[in-house]
């Protein structure tokens, strides 16, 4: 992209954001003609689908913008979640997450130059840290943590302690990143209203905080990497690609809700202007019309309601667009004999279950003399205890 001015950087940062919190922040930094260091945090747990794409357009907007991008992998804040992964997995998929979050910014038309990828575990273990917790620990109640990370940390009756601790790392991170501001979904909100207050009785500095929509998965639901009638895989064929969208919620005139058009606004139009040329394509050719062409959301939900555009034209258009930013990841895939054998370490295929051959035992009709029985554990001579038996009985 050319040169931008302080207005269209500042537009780019604000497109398609659900919240921006302390804006100030940003368009003080912007305005002096310097870049921000936003960082955006992921635990290393499911394989990345297509939900992270929603995320992973923002950043590309954000570097586009000319911020500086800090990419968290947050392997200890992935164990503390209810350990959702064994801690041994977690080095395996720290390397699959880059190799993926990679391929997929360079997918939407952005250098990834100005990426920093940092492990958590390279500096949430150091004295500074560990010390900043404790003090955290001492000035936040039990309550305030809870409700700080309602949205993002799995809560129950009895929940682990380690669910405590998530929030405040998340909140120090921002400090210890050395950030200006914490990109992440709208489901942070509360953690991000958390670190406003928690850092400066620290003494530390407040950031900026920016939130994107948390849109519908293909099922009306969340994209779950553990559901997988809800998510598409960054790396799975075309045809499944396809099957799965045919297969997805789009009730005809109803724009709310709709998983297809969400993706039309935060990833495919912004994509495509990434690219150059900001439009949406709807073929119509088996109908003998001119395609549809869209250059706002607005228009396409228009239409959408108006049954110019429908399910039956909508999901063919998104398929392609999926498409055409999933060929170049599998490209990158297919290149690499490491990300290959990084993906095998990472998320091992399942063991199949051994088939159990029932054991039918000695006392049944066809068991020969020389069969053995087996009484408390110790094996005892058929033909031993026949013997003895018949001297009895004479």
């Not at 920093?116 to 390279?122: A, Q, R, T």
Request: charged share 25%; net charge negative; proline share 6%.
């Amino acid at each position: 992209m050319a040169a931008l001015t302080a207005e269209e950087r500042l537009a780019l940062i604000k497109e398609n954001l659900a919240e921006f919190l302390n804006p100030e922040i940003l368009e003080a930094i912007i305005n002096e003609g310097r870049n921000p260091r936003i960082y955006w945090g992921t635990a290393t747990t499911g394989r990345p689908h297509c939900g992270y794409l929603v995320p992973g357009v923002k950043i590309a907007q954000l570097l586009a913008a000319g911020c500086d991008m800090v990419i968290l992998l947050a392997d200890i804040h992935g164990f503390l979640d209810n350990l959702k992964a064994p801690i041994e997995l977690v080095e395996h998929r720290v390397k699959y997450y880059r190799f993926a979050i990679t391929a997929l910014l360079q997918a939407c038309g952005v250098s990834t130059d100005k990426v920093e990828f940092v492990l958590g575990s390279s500096y949430q273990k150091s004295p500074d840290y560990i010390m900043d917790i404790y003090k955290m620990t001492s000035l936040t109640s039990e309550h305030d943590a809870k409700k700080a990370g309602a949205e993002v940390v799995k809560q129950s009756a009895n929940s682990p302690l380690s669910g405590l601790l998530y929030p405040i790392l998340q909140v120090l991170d921002e400090q210890y990143l050395n950030v200006d501001a914490q990109f992440g979904g709208l489901d942070q909100r509360k953690l991000f209203t958390a670190a406003k207050e928690w850092l400066p009785k620290l003494g530390y500095r407040q950031r900026a905080h920016l939130m994107n929509d948390m849109i519908p998965g293909l099922q009306g639901g969340k994209m779950s990497s553990s559901d997988e009638n809800s998510k598409i895989d960054l790396l799975d064929p075309p045809d499944t690609v396809a099957k799965k969208i045919k297969k997805a919620e789009a009730a005809p005139k109803v724009a709310e809700g709709n998983g297809l058009l969400a993706y039309v606004e935060h990833v495919f139009l912004p994509v495509a202007e990434l690219k150059g040329k900001r439009e949406f394509v709807v073929s119509r050719e088996r109908d003998g019309l001119e395609p549809l062409v869209y250059s706002t959301i607005a228009q396409l939900r228009s239409d959408y309601e108006n049954d110019v555009l429908t399910p039956q034209l909508l999901k063919p258009a998104v398929t392609k667009a999926l498409h055409d930013i999933l060929i170049p990841i599998q490209e990158a895939y297919n290149a690499s004999k490491e990300w290959q054998e990084i993906t095998l370490l990472a998320y091992p295929p399942p063991e199949k279950k051994q088939k159990k051959v029932k054991k039918m035992g000695t006392r049944y009709p066809g068991a020969g003399p020389d069969k053995a029985a087996v009484t408390d554990g110790a094996p005892v001579n058929v033909d031993a205890v026949a013997k003895l038996s018949l001297e009895s009985e004479s």
